[in-house]
T-cell receptor, first 109, second 112 residues
Framework: GQNIDQPTEMTATEGAIVQINCTYQTSGFNGLFWYQQHAGEAPTFLSYNVLDGLEEKGRFSSFLSRSKGYSYLLLKELQMKDSASYLCAVRDSNYQLIWGAGTKLIIKP | IAGITQAPTSQILAAGRRMTLRCTQDMRHNAMYWYRQDLGLGLRLIHYSNTAGTTGKGEVPDGYSVSRANTDDFPLTLASAVPSQTSVYFC???????????FGEGSRLTVL
């Protein structure tokens, strides 16, 4: 079966760096997405990786290794507003999105 | 309207009743989707439409139906609601079937 694994919850300190991992087993691969979802709100797009390597966008970076079925989202200079759930999703060979359950990130002062 | 709009934002419904969740987008996106989000689970696709006039079944289609009469509207209907359909429903759209998704604000449905 198809599976996306990410930690359920993580805690980090304001100003620090945190890495949220995502491992996947899917039938084919056509790209990996990261979305941010604040409590009670809709998910919003953060990043997209289709080739191996690191994609940097301001304080957020996303890494992909297709051979390892692995991605991570790196958040630098954490701010209280970064407290949210982070959703990893993989597009499979049928171009369907398979979603992880999300990682709830708690930022402490 | 800017982006994608869902209605109602919240609804309590008696089991057995019929309910339609509305979704409208003004971005002229071809692809539209309905997801449900339940605690501890990833988003699960209910139905999708790659272009006006076509629809397809997702991972959890039973008990739900959709229509796509035009580009902008993609309503989701529960013919006879059951308590297991209590969830938060998100409508989303994308320019193509491979692009990033833009989500509506969600509809919280409680079936008693």
């Amino acid at each position: 079966g198809q599976n996306i694994d990410q930690p359920t919850e993580m805690t980090a300190t304001e100003g620090a760096i945190v890495q949220i991992n995502c491992t996947y087993q899917t039938s084919g691969f056509n790209g990996l997405f990261w979305y941010q979802q604040h409590a009670g709100e809709a998910p919003t797009f953060l990043s997209y990786n289709v080739l191996d390597g690191l994609e940097e966008k301001g304080r957020f970076s996303s890494f992909l290794s297709r051979s390892k079925g692995y991605s991570y989202l790196l958040l630098k200079e954490l701010q209280m507003k970064d407290s949210a759930s982070y959703l990893c999703a993989v597009r499979d060979s049928n171009y369907q999105l398979i979603w992880g359950a999300g990682t709830k990130l708690i930022i402490k002062p | 309207i800017a982006g994608i709009t869902q209605a109602p934002t919240s609804q309590i419904l008696a089991a057995g009743r019929r309910m339609t969740l509305r979704c409208t987008q003004d971005m002229r996106h071809n692809a539209m989707y309905w997801y449900r989000q339940d605690l501890g689970l990833g988003l699960r696709l209910i139905h999708y439409s790659n272009t006006a006039g076509t629809t397809g079944k997702g991972e959890v289609p039973d008990g739900y139906s959709v229509s796509r009469a035009n580009t902008d509207d993609f309503p989701l209907t529960l013919a006879s609601a059951v308590p297991s359909q209590t969830s938060v429903y998100f409508c989303a759209s994308s320019t193509t079937s491979t692009g990033e998704l833009f989500f509506g604000e969600g509809s919280r449905l409680t079936v008693l």
